[in-house]
């Protein structure tokens, strides 16, 4: 959904990868940070943050990612197996305070439920602070435009090398690619990861509910950005607590 020429399902490519640790650290200004990358992969953004001297600590639901990541931070990141992205796991996440919390590699996408968004960004807000930031990228701008231009209007690309199927009903889909494209199978099979094309208007309404501020857009490093607010009413409320 970024927009790649290849069309080869990767998240960013080295530029936009660059753009955005760049963006990250740019607000990252008073010296090296803490910094929780939320799906942090084998360490693609993590890896130059920590090399930078930025203090990572990374979590993904695949622990088979842990040495590849350990070793893009030089053996100075911190590695949690854990999914976040059913609530279940978010007591989890390690407590902060950090000064950037990223969600990126369209990581926001495989959060299905508006009420876990919602106890996400409130766990953010919890470890994120007072002067932090949380980033993700911006995939409800490239994600959308690219759907109203008509990009994938009949669900393959013009390559034919990939394939958006949507569940009917919701701003679902599944993603496939070579060999996996079938223009007549138009259900989602077995195993098949179904993720979600959140809405500007949706994050922030979950944003604001966590005491974040409306999310910023920065289209040259392809990031969105909610600062932290010190009348955070979701502080020392754990998810699904209530005040």
């Given amino acids: 959904m970024s927009g790649h020429a290849d069309h ?10 660059l753009a955005q640790v760049e963006g990250v650290a740019a607000r990252l200004i008073a010296g090296p940070g803490r910094v929780l990358d939320l799906g942090c992969g084998t360490g693609r953004v993590g890896g130059m943050l920590a090399a930078a001297g930025h203090d990572v600590t ?17 053996g100075r990141g911190r590695f949690d197996h854990l999914d976040f992205t059913e609530a279940a796991g978010l007591a989890g996440l390690p407590s902060g305070p950090f000064d950037a919390i990223l ?3 369209n990581t926001l996408t495989t959060v299905r439920s508006p009420a876990v968004l919602r106890e996400l960004f409130l766990a953010i807000a919890i470890r994120l602070d007072p002067e932090g930031v949380f980033v993700y990228d911006d995939f409800p ?37 070579g060999p996996e494209v ?9 195993g098949e990861r179904v993720l979600r094309l ?21 289209s ?6 909610h600062v ?7 502080i020392g409320l754990e998810p699904g607590s209530e005040a």
């Fill in 58 to 74: 990374g979590v993904d639901r695949e622990s088979g990612h842990r040495d590849e990541f350990l070793e893009a931070t030089g």
């Fill in 8 to 17: 080869d399902q990767r998240p960013h490519d080295e530029d936009e990868t």
């Fill in 103 to 105: 969600l990126l590699g």
């Fill in 141 to 177: 701008f490239t994600g959308w435009s690219e759907l109203t231009a008509g990009n994938w209007g009949d669900g393959i690309s013009e390559d034919g090398s990939m394939q958006m199927l949507w569940i009917p009903g919701e701003p679902e889909f599944v993603m496939r690619t």
């Fill in 220 to 225: 040259t490093a392809s990031l969105v950005l």
């Fill in 198 to 218: 959140w809405s500007m208007s949706e994050l922030n309404d979950a944003a604001a509910g966590a005491g974040l501020g409306r999310g910023g857009h920065d």
């Fill in 182 to 190: 079938a223009d007549r199978d138009l259900e989602p099979r077995p």
């Fill in 228 to 234: 932290h607010r010190d009348e955070n009413p979701g």
